[in-house]
């Protein structure tokens, strides 16, 4: 309906001379489900119509508005004098929007939103192609951060089509049993011997291995990393239970967990019931977190990681001294193991204030009875360095690069 009216106005306005250029806007309130599930959907469309009236307070009765896919609006504007009115226009309409809302006359709820603009005749020439225009305008202003306007970029089309591919196939992956681990094990400094290892998660699909960087962002937007991590707890219980039943030498296996299963309140009997069901003990199992996944609920994270720690299991601080280190915590919270960022043991052989940091946090780890593991160890001399300042533990490409589930057993069973 939109379209045909966007297609009419374009085709009707070829033959006066008055339009210079139109706009299509997609708006988007940053998160709205949220707010249907804290608040209900009888709340949700009262702001729902608080939005859309907002929107129409700003913009010309000629113009048009529509609700758009869920929880979007397009707003279709004409008769534009410059482009850049447009940006204009938006930027006062996101400024209304951005303003508190108060549906049920008590609490005051703030939204955020992101807003795409595409333009015609510079972006698009007929209202579909302004659409996939405006959206992709949209993934960019979600880049800039909450309440930005994007503009259609040419050389963004292709990196948001690549994403837009990304995020299509992994709404697959798990269906179609496309996630892997992988092991890289960490080893004693002074026995080599090893010691535990971590597991690592990859996206196979025809015959391409996607490294994680470039696709847990994309799960974690979109709520599928804990559906992900929960299968994790699962498949690495029921590695080791199968390990021990072939009489390997088991050793403890890491996840690592992000800040949304972290957060996530099923997290304790997703964890059990993983556990459980595979009668492995606790001590064979280890989570990995980084700082940014505690530092911003501190109550509730001492609380989660005693409950892990009393059941047995491992804690690991992942990344340590890239995050908000904030040393207090670290005296407050269980953690059995810090790692010691890739980057630190990177340059420690060239800059001595990257020596002096891994140097300290070795000291702190011993003071605080915690064991140390160095992250991304490639050389032999950064080996010895280590085993010269006291380190623990050493993971890295040197020792063993992440392994296979068959090379990784093979390595158990020597
Ligand atoms: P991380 O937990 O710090 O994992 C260590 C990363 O360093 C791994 O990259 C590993 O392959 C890499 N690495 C290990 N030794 C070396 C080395 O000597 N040199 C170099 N250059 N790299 C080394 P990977 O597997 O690409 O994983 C990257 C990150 O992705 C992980 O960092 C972790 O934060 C995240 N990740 C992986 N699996 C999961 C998962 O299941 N859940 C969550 N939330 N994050 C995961
Ligand atoms: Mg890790
Ligand atoms: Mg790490």
């Given amino acids: 309906m939109l379209k045909e009216k966007i297609d009419g106005f374009i085709k009707d306005s070829g033959f006066s001379d008055e339009p210079s250029s139109c706009a299509l806007a997609i708006i988007n309130p940053v998160n709205f489900s949220?707010?249907?599930?804290?608040?209900?959907?009888?709340?949700?469309?009262?702001?729902?119509?608080?939005?859309?009236?907002?929107i129409k307070n700003i913009i010309k009765s000629y113009?048009?508005?529509?609700?758009?896919e869920a929880d979007k609006f397009?707003?279709?504007?004409?008769?534009?004098?410059?482009?850049?009115?447009?940006?204009?226009?938006?930027?006062?309409?996101?400024?209304?929007?951005?303003?508190?809302?108060?549906?049920?006359?008590?609490?005051?709820?703030?939204?955020?939103?992101?807003?795409?603009?595409?333009?015609?005749?510079?972006d698009a020439g007929a209202s579909q192609?302004?659409?996939?225009?405006?959206?992709?305008?949209?993934?960019?202003?979600?880049?800039?951060?909450?309440?930005?306007?994007?503009?259609?970029?040419?050389?963004?089309?292709?990196?948001?089509?690549?994403?837009?591919?990304?995020?299509?196939?992994?709404?697959?992956?798990?269906?179609?049993?496309?996630?892997?681990?992988?092991?890289?094990?960490?080893?004693?400094?002074?026995?080599?011997?090893i010691k535990g290892a971590e597991a690592l998660l990859r996206w196979q699909r025809d015959g391409i291995l996607t490294p994680p960087m470039e696709f847990i962002p994309f799960l974690e937007q979109s709520g599928m990393i804990t559906k992900v991590e929960n299968w994790i707890f699962g498949e690495v219980a029921s590695k080791i239970k199968i390990w021990s039943d072939r009489g390997l030498n088991v050793v403890p296996v890491s996840v690592n967990i992000s800040p949304a299963s972290f957060g996530d309140p099923h997290i304790k009997d997703d964890i059990e019931a993983a556990l459980g069901k595979n009668g492995i003990a606790p001590d064979l199992f280890n989570f990995e977190i980084v700082e940014r996944t505690f530092i911003d609920n501190l109550e509730y994270s001492g609380r989660l990681l005693n409950y892990l720690k009393e059941k047995g299991f491992g804690l690991s601080i992942d990344d340590f001294g890239t995050g908000y280190s904030s040393l207090s915590y670290l005296a407050e919270l269980p953690f059995d193991y810090l790692k010691i960022d890739i980057s630190f043991v990177r340059k420690m052989l060239l800059d001595k204030h990257s020596r002096y940091i891994v140097e300290t946090i070795i000291y702190l780890s011993k003071k605080l009875n915690m064991k140390s593991i160095a992250e991304g160890v490639e050389a032999e001399e950064q080996l010895e360095l280590l085993k010269e300042l006291g380190c623990d533990y050493i993971q890295g490409f040197l020792l063993s690069k992440p392994l296979e589930e068959t090379k990784f057993e093979k390595l158990l069973g020597n």
């Fill in 34 to 54: 949220l707010i249907n599930h804290t608040l209900g959907f009888e709340t949700g469309n009262k702001i729902i119509v608080e939005m859309s009236n907002k």
């Fill in 129 to 193: 192609d302004m659409f996939d225009k405006a959206e992709s305008a949209l993934l960019n202003s979600r880049l800039k951060g909450e309440n930005t306007v994007g503009f259609f970029k040419k050389e963004f089309e292709e990196s948001a089509r690549k994403k837009v591919e990304l995020r299509n196939g992994l709404n697959e992956a798990m269906a179609k049993n496309q996630f892997v681990l992988h092991y890289q094990p960490y080893f004693d400094i002074k026995t080599g011997s």
């Fill in 63 to 68: 113009d048009i508005l529509a609700r758009w």
């Fill in 74 to 122: 397009a707003v279709f504007l004409k008769r534009l004098k410059f482009d850049e009115d447009a940006l204009h226009i938006v930027n006062r309409i996101l400024a209304v929007l951005s303003e508190p809302y108060m549906p049920d006359g008590g609490k005051k709820i703030n939204i955020s939103f992101n807003a795409g603009i595409s333009l015609y005749p510079k």
